[in-house]
């Protein structure tokens, strides 16, 4: 997230956009009956048979799947028949059932928006494989279904960025998701891990705790960070990176009234400033994760050296990035019985 931590939840706006660690998500026929899950760099299938449920009840009206491996991890112990589902290769024909794989050549630990990313891009393939066509808008708010399922808390902001790319001004559950026609030409953002891996979940919850201890002090700060969204939405438009960076600051000054801007974020957001970064901010929960620095091409270098130096590490990322979208289709759709051989592959962007 770009702006806006926290105060999403409780109405206001914020500002996304979608980097360029991609997860990807392929699906292909299998003869085994049922829905097989592989998720070879994690062990969390939540999202993945969560996302599979939602689309067999919302988009094929067909009862939720028997998941094939462990048994403790079917979502219902009932036979899911596929030949009722027409395919992007036809229907007339019948499968036994399909395997749902997906790679991920980055750490979830740095608190991209993973699970938003695997949600989405599986949702897409299988509507895609389905003959199910989803605008963004809807695949968006499946797939926010999904993780307010599995997940219980959260304004989908990092869905809305797998969802459609680019930079976003979003507002809670897709009351708004408003993509800015905007260019970073320029200008850099670096990426900073703080070598500590947040728990969004626990500090989402911890901030709304403040809020019943002190309610108008609390709605008055959120409200706050909602107006330095809607300026940095000016500044970005304009290409005003001064500006921009003097809003980070302010942002991050409220963050940390929060008490979510913890020490190990702040050394490495105050080595960028002093090596001359324009502005910089935590990026998202807080707590650990990532910092973000905006800055000119001249103090690139030195605002990255700072950082490391700080005990960050940075990650090589670029923003603006494409939503889902499909990326390769391997083989040929032949119709006719038990011969539907391809497979769809559909990589999704990650947040900032």
Excluded at 116 to 128: C, F, Q, R, W
Excluded at 188 to 216: C, D, F, M
Excluded at 225 to 242: F, P, R, S, Y
Aim: hydrophobic content about 40%.
């Amino acid at each position: 997230m770009l702006f806006g931590e926290h105060a999403v939840v409780y109405g206001e706006p914020c500002l996304v956009t979608a980097v360029d660690s991609r997860l990807q998500v392929t699906i292909e026929p299998s003869d085994k009956q049922g829905i097989s899950i592989e998720t070879p760099q994690s062990k969390d299938t939540r999202f993945v048979e969560a996302a599979i449920q939602v689309f067999n009840v919302r988009m094929l009206n067909l009862s939720s799947p028997t998941v094939i491996g462990d048994p403790a991890k079917n979502l219902l112990d009932s036979r899911w028949s596929l030949s009722r589902a027409p395919t992007r290769g036809g229907n007339d024909h019948e499968l036994s059932g399909i395997k749902v794989t997906t790679h991920s050549p980055f750490s979830g630990k740095f608190g991209f928006g993973s699970s938003s990313a695997v949600t989405v891009a599986t949702l897409k393939v299988l509507s895609e494989f389905f003959n199910r066509p989803l605008s963004n808008k809807e695949l968006f708010d499946l797939s926010f279904q999904v993780i307010s399922q599995v997940q219980g808390v959260g304004s989908g902001f990092d869905v809305a960025a797998a969802s459609f790319g680019g930079t976003l001004y979003f507002k809670k559950a897709g009351t708004m998701i408003e993509p800015l026609p905007i260019s970073w030409e320029g200008i850099e953002l670096i990426v900073g891990y703080s070598g500590v891996k947040s728990n969004t979940v626990e500090l989402v919850k911890r901030v709304a705790k403040l809020r019943e201890h002190n309610e108008r002090d609390f709605d008055s700060l959120m409200h706050a960070i909602g107006g330095i969204v809607t300026q940095a939405k000016e500044a970005l438009l304009k290409k005003d990176w001064l500006q921009l960076g003097k809003l980070m600051n302010v942002n991050q000054d409220y963050l940390r009234k929060l008490g979510i801007s913890t020490k190990i974020l702040e050394k490495p957001i105050q080595a960028a400033m002093r090596a001359g970064a324009l502005g910089a901010k935590l990026s998202g929960a807080g707590g650990g994760d990532c910092m973000i620095a905006l800055v000119d091409l001249a103090h690139k270098a030195a605002v990255e050296h700072a950082i490391t130096q700080a005990g960050g590490t940075i990650i090589p990322v670029s923003i603006h990035a494409p939503g889902v979208c499909e990326e390769t289709l391997q083989g040929q759709v032949v119709t006719g019985k038990r011969e539907v051989n391809y497979s769809l592959l559909f990589p999704s962007a990650s947040s900032l």
